[in-house]
């Protein structure tokens, strides 16, 4: 069966997340499954590089499907598009791939965004796209904490009790922060990369880099959280509306010309 990639785009908010529920329960796996159903009637089930939250959006989410009719890759991204309506999942391309590519576990890195807005007026046109404080943050001083959790680690402190993954221990390649106006305050973005995260680990560091930057935390409290390997160590996890999958990176890109 011809194996293909599809790199999607979707606003979170409405969903349960990524993954199947159970049912009446929406996802962004369950509608595009039943568009792929419209194309090829039967059973499918497709696989992701993440497994994003409810109410987390995806701008670079990867997944592979098997279909029987070997698809014209515009044509197939096409027609799930029209069948996707009105959900807010867009199929941004669809590619052919060998049989051995897998979504999830043949990626190399995985990268989110975090945005976080800091004004006294209520958000509007962000509204579910951001998480909203009150006042401004410190951005040298949020910089500093993260420093301590680059590089390998245990992230034991910083992720979900209900975490499946075996191993506490991951790698951080990156934490980048940096803040610019917008009307009425600042808006704080927050990108990291790595192969892989646990559950909840993005929304555990950057609601306590939040604590840091309201001036709640020193910096080196977030080292002295990382070493305590203690859930109960953890700044608090901030709202997942802010929090966007942003890319995923593969040996070698599937959607390349």
Not at 27 to 41: D, G, K, N, Y
Not at 91 to 102: K, S
Not at 103 to 119: H, I, P, Q, T, W
Request: neutral net charge; aromatic residues 8%.
């Amino acid at each position: 069966m011809p194996r293909f990639a599809l790199l999607i785009d979707y606003d979170g908010t409405p969903f349960n997340g990524w993954q199947r529920q159970a049912a009446g329960q929406p996802s962004v796996q369950a509608a595009i499954e039943a568009a792929l159903a419209r194309l090829e009637p039967g059973e499918h089930t497709i696989a992701a590089a993440g497994r994003t939250d409810a109410g987390v959006h995806a701008t670079g989410q990867v997944a592979h499907c098997d279909l029987a009719r070997d698809w014209d890759p515009f044509r197939l991204s096409e027609a799930l598009n029209h069948h996707l309506k009105p959900a807010p999942v867009a199929i941004l391309r669809a590619a052919r791939v060998d049989a051995e590519f897998h979504a999830r576990f043949s990626a190399l890195e995985r990268r989110y965004l975090f945005r976080l807005v800091a004004r006294r007026a209520p958000v509007t046109h962000d509204r579910g796209r951001v998480w909203q404080v009150l006042n401004p943050l410190d951005v040298a001083a949020m910089r500093e904490g993260a420093a301590h959790l680059i590089g390998l680690h245990d992230f034991t402190t910083f992720r979900s009790t209900m975490c499946q993954s075996k191993s506490p221990v991951k790698t951080l390649d990156e934490i980048t922060i940096t803040g610019s106006p917008v009307p009425g305050g600042m808006e704080y973005r927050f990108t990291l990369r790595a192969r892989s995260f646990l559950h909840n680990q993005v929304r555990s560091i950057v609601g306590t880099l939040e604590r840091v930057g309201a001036g709640s935390w020193a910096p080196d409290d977030v080292r002295l959280a990382l070493e305590a390997r203690d859930r109960a160590a953890c700044g608090p996890v901030c709202p997942p509306q802010g929090l966007y999958l942003t890319g995923v990176s593969y040996p070698e890109d599937p959607f390349a010309p």
